[in-house]
């Protein structure tokens, strides 16, 4: 993600047949949904993610036990996150609208 360090999301995928995986189950095939569903989701917001650190935050979320920021820290991020995705986000906007001015 622009600004944040560590920002560093893999842009190439396995090739055809390279992920081992398997979707055995229908909570596989929920669980796998749910993860392209998310990435999609950064990915249409401009987000820039190093996997493993979200993997790391989604863990602790998930466990209830100590997290690496405060509960106050934790949301001060977010909250900065969601004002610069906004930001950017208008910007694109006004760069449309302005493209269709005569």
Same mark, same amino acid.
């Given at each position: 993600?622009?600004?944040?360090?560590?920002?560093?999301?893999?842009?190439?995928?396995?090739?055809?047949?390279?992920?081992?995986?398997?979707?055995?189950?229908?909570g596989?095939?929920?669980?796998?949904?749910?993860?392209?569903?998310?990435?999609?989701?950064?990915?249409?917001?401009? &987000?820039?993610?190093? /996997?493993?650190? $979200?993997?790391?935050?989604? #863990?602790?979320?998930? !466990?209830?036990?100590?997290?690496?920021?405060?509960e106050?820290? &934790?949301?001060?991020? /977010?909250?900065? $996150?969601?004002?610069?995705? #906004?930001?950017?986000? !208008?910007?694109?906007?006004?760069?449309?609208?302005?493209?269709?001015?005569?």
């Amino acid at each position: 993600m622009p600004g944040v360090p560590g920002g560093n999301m893999p842009h190439c995928p396995p090739a055809h047949g390279e992920d081992r995986h398997q979707l055995n189950s229908p909570g596989d095939k929920i669980q796998y949904a749910i993860g392209v569903e998310v990435a999609r989701n950064f990915k249409n917001q401009g &987000l820039d993610l190093d /996997l493993e650190m $979200v993997a790391k935050g989604m #863990r602790d979320g998930l !466990s209830g036990g100590e997290l690496l920021v405060s509960e106050k820290e &934790l949301r001060s991020i /977010l909250i900065s $996150v969601q004002s610069d995705i #906004r930001r950017r986000q !208008s910007l694109v906007k006004q760069g449309a609208a302005g493209d269709r001015k005569p």
